[in-house]
């Protein structure tokens, strides 16, 4: 297939786009190489996709119709559209609510405008965990997601609703991918892990939010990646958890990376996110 892919530079899209063109798939990337952590990383993704047969990238932002449509006209036209371009993290949301809707919302708004426009069959939109709140585990696909506890959380939810309204309307097929903490080599430096790392080898405190025995549900970035490809094989809407469904304990993780960094740190607790601060369940 020919597979319009966005945020190409990211952490998971990166890792996508190499999966999709070793399958054989003809990928065309599109990255803005947002500033929202140092572009040097995506800088570098994007050097070790150049060598990758059947990838090729285009810098652009999907909050410009017009680069889009240009886009659509020369490299066109695409069976399937992957939007993994976001703004993402939960705290950071909370500073910027705007830049979160603008990118999340109305980005996706122009992706499946341009689906209905071309009649692109397939659309696959990342969204998150975060979705499911404070509600039960394990997570279900079934489980209701009307009380987002962040501003990240409601701008995805926003976007699966406007995907079903586009699925519902014109017949297109979603498929709905719902990751979990993803981890993995040159991930994005905001991520607990690598924080965690980062002041574990130069011998700093560690910040944790709460007391350390929230859980998250790691899930390493092939095995993610695995999962978006194999996405393009599902018709109709479908909303799927990519997870491994063993969350880990917070103060687990911390203990390992010491293990394996052969340092003892104690972590210190920021009382400021105590263990009722909502944001502390988000995966």
């Known amino acids: 297939m020919k597979v319009l892919l966005t945020g190409c530079a990211g952490f998971i ?21 947002d500033p929202a952590y140092p572009v040097v990383l995506k800088g570098w993704r994007l050097e070790n996709l150049k060598s990758v047969r059947g990838f ?6 999907i ?7 240009s886009l659509w006209e020369e490299a066109g036209p695409f069976e399937v559209v992957v939007n993994l371009a976001a703004r993402a993290g939960v705290r950071q949301s909370l500073r910027n609510p705007y830049g979160y809707y603008e990118v999340n919302l109305l980005g996706t708004l122009n992706l499946l405008e341009l689906c209905r426009r071309w009649a692109v069959p397939t659309f ?18 079934d489980q209701p997601t009307d009380r987002p506890l962040s501003p990240y959380a409601a701008s995805k939810k926003a976007a699966e609703v406007l995907a079903y309204t586009y699925h519902r309307l014109f017949g297109l097929d979603v498929v709905i991918l719902r990751y979990f903490t993803v981890y993995g080599p040159a991930g994005r430096p905001d991520m607990s892990i690598f924080r ?13 939010y709460g007391d350390g025995t929230q859980e ?41 990376l010491e293990g394996i960094l052969g340092r003892q740190e104690k972590p210190r607790t920021d009382l400021r996110f105590s263990r009722r601060h909502p944001l502390r369940t988000t995966g």
Request: net charge negative.
């Open 63 to 69: 909050l410009d119709p017009a680069f889009l449509a």
């Open 196 to 208: 965690f790392v980062r002041r574990i080898a130069e011998g700093l405190p560690i910040v944790v």
């Open 56 to 61: 090729s990238f285009r810098p652009g932002s």
């Open 13 to 33: 899209g990166s890792t996508v786009a190499e999966q999709l063109a070793g399958a054989g798939h003809e990928v065309v990337g599109v990255d803005n190489l």
């Open 216 to 256: 998250r549900d790691f899930t390493y970035v092939d095995d993610v990646a695995r999962g978006t490809v194999a996405a393009l094989g599902v018709r109709g809407f479908e909303v799927i958890n990519l997870g491994s469904d063993r969350p880990v304990e917070l103060n687990r993780v911390i203990r390992t």
């Open 124 to 141: 696959i939109l990342a969204s998150t965990s975060s979705l499911y709140g404070e509600g039960p585990r394990p997570f279900r696909e």
